[in-house]
């Protein structure tokens, strides 16, 4: 089903980008990094989309253009149902003898307010009718670009704007909605999860979803400095360590088998080496009010929440 | 950077973004600069992969890494993952 890559660091290190740089993220956007790294992964041409979003509007303020590729922006909502559009008039085209490349790949770029909440009733019809696209979801748990109000994707007890930590709640009171299983529900022959820190893991995952027949979702995640108050050299730092205390754990379900991904299974395997979720919360500043004497056991609550589903992961996977 | 440009019968309909951001330098954002010490350097390339500006290179002909001042932003990213600390953020 996939084909052998290999690849080197240099390779990826030499090869074009084609999400050039000049645009205007802020300083220590990871997003960015998953941008350039899952657009390295590409196999030939592609045809990109993105719902709006950060990555969106640091890409095109006018008249610049960050993409080195054909490139189409849509609205908050469709960008699934936009990707299935230019993934049904390639096959037309193609049948017509219109256009003369072999393969031209599509890939959808969404944030996770785009995903989480706006855009997931596009995303589950594109992926029930089938369509031949790769869903890249980079996920920075807010709306960041708007300033930083909550959204599906933010875990309990972050502070955004729109859940301020104070006096009466802790930050966000509701939890983080698990997309990627319910993505594996849909029945979809690839869904995967992708830390930037792991830089390999995510393009060889996004090569799969590329190559695979049929509907891929890849789900990255994405510090941003910004919003959650970190620090911006931090931000790849804090991928890993996400993956270190199991808050993000890596892993790909193909055909809905669940396997786990070699940095997480290292974890499954000598537990010892699974760090506390206090190390990831402490790196950022939308969990300081977790450190204060009143809100101490929402820190209690987030370790109970991240042991039960990495539990329920490894039943998954046949682990344990 | 806003200078007289083309006027709207020259421009591409549609609002259709037509210049590469290569154009638009985001080089002055930075207040610390990351400055290489060549001794240290292993060539990893990781710098060249984690940076989310692109703004380090890999010159294959020169085997070496090349800094792009006009779009490095300064977060520091490449100095805080650099596996032998070959980097240093110096304050420009």
């Not at chain 1, 469709?78 to 890939?107: F, H, P, T, Y």
């Not at chain 1, 992926?127 to 109000?149: P, S, W």
């Not at chain 1, 893991?201 to 941003?224: Q, Y």
Request: charged share 25%; aromatic share 10%.
């Amino acid at each position: 089903m996939f084909s052998e890559w290999k690849f080197t660091a240099k390779d990826i290190a030499e090869k074009a980008d084609l999400f050039m740089s000049g645009h205007r993220a802020c300083a220590g956007c990871a997003a960015a990094t998953v941008m350039r790294l899952v657009l390295k992964a590409v196999r030939g041409p592609i045809i990109a989309t993105s719902a709006t979003g950060c990555m969106e509007v640091v890409s095109s303020i006018y008249p610049y253009t960050s993409w080195a590729t054909p490139w189409i922006h849509t609205a908050f909502e469709n960008v699934a149902a936009n990707a299935s559009g230019i993934e049904a008039a390639l096959k037309i085209l193609k049948k017509k003898g219109r256009i003369k490349q072999q393969r031209i790949d599509v890939i959808a770029f969404a944030g996770d307010g785009g995903t989480y909440d706006i855009g997931i009733q596009a995303l589950s019809g594109a992926v029930e009718r089938g369509h031949d696209f790769l869903y890249v979801l980079y996920d920075n748990e807010a709306y960041m670009n708007t300033g930083i109000q909550r959204s599906g994707g933010t875990p309990h007890g972050a502070s955004t704007t729109t859940s301020p930590a104070g006096t009466v709640i802790p930050g966000k009171v509701q939890y983080k909605k698990p997309i990627a299983d319910i993505m594996v529900a849909h029945d979809m022959p690839y869904v995967a999860t992708a830390s930037p820190h792991y830089w390999r893991d995510l393009i060889t995952k996004a090569r799969k979803g590329i190559e695979v027949d049929g509907p891929a979702f890849l789900h990255t995640f994405a510090p941003c400095p910004r919003g959650w108050r970190s620090d911006p050299s931090k931000s790849i730092e804090i991928s890993r360590i996400a993956v270190e205390t199991c808050i993000f754990p890596l892993w790909e379900a193909i055909n809905g088998e669940y396997q786990l991904s070699a940095p997480s299974k290292v974890i499954a395997l000598r537990p010892e080496r699974k760090k506390p979720v206090r190390e990831y919360l402490k790196m950022q500043g939308r969990f300081r009010h977790l450190f204060t004497p009143k809100f101490e056991k929402i820190i209690d609550e987030i370790q109970q929440l991240t042991d039960k589903r990495w539990q329920r992961l490894l039943k998954k996977c046949g682990i344990v | 950077m806003t200078v007289q440009e083309k006027s709207w019968k020259e421009i591409p309909p549609a609002g259709i973004c037509w210049k590469p951001s290569t154009e638009y330098l985001t080089g002055d954002w930075k207040t610390y600069k990351p400055i290489m010490d060549s001794e240290k350097c292993t060539r990893c390339t990781l710098c060249v992969i984690f940076c989310p500006d692109g703004a380090i290179h890999w010159n294959p002909g020169k085997e070496d890494i090349e800094f792009d001042y006009d779009f490095c932003k300064g977060c520091g990213i490449c100095a805080n993952e650099c596996p032998t600390k070959a980097i240093e953020m110096k304050l420009e």
